[in-house]
């Protein structure tokens, strides 16, 4: 019986560490919503190019967030040079450049990077680490989740006036009119992802 003590354990340490990872577990959320969006609205490769500046926010996060003192080395910053240039140079001519899409990618960008440096600090504040924090996030993005689809669920079954108008949307949407997208993105915004 002594693996199923090892599983009521677990169960129960996890539930005592849920109110700790409580912020990064809406991180966790936000990001693969923001990213389920992302890669409906302008594709896979656009998605992931723009997820690829992280590590910068990341680093800004810390910044701002711990100050200077607990950046990285200088070379570890100048690496990071590329990496935005990079993002900026696949993005710019991009032919499923949307700004919603792009937006959300961006969005998913900047919730993965505040997940990165939130779950840091709670595992080094709390010890938890490893297995045990993903399993106490993953559990609290589940019930973000799950709440959210009831919620969802019990509008459109209760024909929620604000919902009609999208409905209407959905229902006149039509797979062969192709979606219009923008040669280009704006100048200001390329320049901002650089």
């Not at 129960?12 to 609205?41: E, G």
């Not at 010890?127 to 019990?154: F, Y």
């Not at 108008?165 to 797979?175: F, I, L, P, T």
Request: with cysteine; net charge positive.
């Amino acid at each position: 019986h002594r693996p199923l003590f090892a599983v009521m354990d677990r169960i129960k340490q996890t539930i005592a560490s849920l109110p700790l990872f409580a912020l990064p577990a809406t991180f966790l959320f936000v990001a693969n919503y923001a990213n389920s969006i992302s890669l409906d609205r302008i594709g896979i490769s656009l998605t992931y190019t723009s997820k690829c500046g992280i590590p910068l926010i990341t680093v800004l996060l810390t910044l701002l967030l711990d100050g200077v003192n607990a950046l990285p080395s200088a070379l570890t910053l100048l690496s990071l040079i590329p990496i935005a240039m990079g993002i900026g140079a696949a993005s710019w001519n991009h032919p499923t450049f949307e700004p919603v899409g792009f937006a959300a990618a961006m969005l998913s960008c900047v919730a993965q990077a505040a997940l990165n440096v939130s779950s840091k600090r709670v595992m080094v504040k709390s010890g938890i680490t490893g297995a045990d924090a993903q399993r106490a996030m993953v559990t609290v993005a589940l019930g973000i989740t799950t709440v959210m689809s009831i919620v969802n669920h019990i509008r459109h079954v209760s024909k929620d006036p604000a919902l009609e108008g999208e409905k209407a949307k959905m229902v006149d949407m039509s797979m062969d009119q192709p979606k219009k997208m923008a040669k280009n993105p704006p100048a200001w915004l390329a320049w901002m992802a650089v």
